[in-house]
């Protein structure tokens, strides 16, 4: 069965860092791949995906994620961490036995210090 | 452009009292659409989907159920609440299965 693992439960970093938070996949077949962030007491909001093509897939707010074959990773990276970034960011991936639904993570928390 | 709507936002009901939970999509026509619980707020568990009127999908046994009477409208509902249906209900859409899914505001459900 498809799957994410986000190996980290919180990332700490420094207003104006770059910032990275990880995710690994587990597929059977070529993957889909996402990533939400949410808010304090807030719906999921959709960042990007990667379906095809280029290895650097660009989303909202400055965000981006490196898609990673041979290493099967999708990380979420931004050059320069903003207080306001702070929040629970999700990877999922489709699954792609029956239904086709989203297959989410743990979610890591990123606090981002002034 | 698509919107999703959730009420309500908050909700405090008594063990054992039923529960109804709302979800509305503006904007697109037959969505799928998805309930799902968020404990402790980590991780998503999935509880429902639909793909049409009255065609509804079951993740989990539990002590919930949808309903989807209308093509924009998914209900969540139950008919005596227990401790462990506390949580935050987020409620999705997507174009297709497999697609982007877009989330609702969420409710926030306490059981006393």
Redesign the interface.
């Known amino acids: 069965a498809q799957s994410v693992a986000q190996p980290e439960d919180q990332v700490n970093v420094a207003e104006g860092n770059p910032l990275t938070v990880k995710c690994t996949y587990s597929v059977s077949g070529n993957p889909y791949l996402f990533w939400y962030v949410q808010y304090p007491n807030r719906g999921l909001q959709f960042l990007l995906k990667y379906i095809t093509g280029d290895n650097l897939v660009k989303g909202s707010y400055g965000f981006e994620a490196e898609f990673n074959k041979s290493q099967t990773s999708f990380h979420l990276k931004k050059p320069s961490a903003l207080v306001s970034d702070s929040a629970l960011y999700f990877c999922a991936v489709r699954d792609d036995t029956g239904f086709q639904k989203l297959v989410f993570g743990t979610g890591t928390r990123l606090l981002v210090s002034p | 452009s698509q919107t999703i709507h959730?009420w309500p936002a908050t909700l405090v009901q008594p063990v054992g009292s039923p529960l109804s939970l709302e979800c509305t999509v503006e904007g697109t026509s037959n969505p799928n659409l998805?309930w799902y619980r968020q404990a402790a707020?980590?991780?998503?568990q999935?509880l429902f989907?639909s793909v049409g009127i009255g065609q509804i999908?079951s993740?989990v046994p539990q002590n919930l159920s949808a309903s989807r009477p209308q093509d924009r409208q998914f209900i969540l509902s139950s008919k005596k609440l227990l401790l462990s249906d506390s949580g935050?209900y987020?409620c999705?859409w997507s174009v297709k299965?497999?697609d982007?899914?877009?989330?609702?505001?969420?409710t926030?459900l306490t059981v006393l």
């Open positions: 959730q998805y707020g980590r991780g998503l999935l989907y999908s993740e935050f987020l999705a299965a497999g982007t899914q877009y989330f609702g505001p969420g926030r």
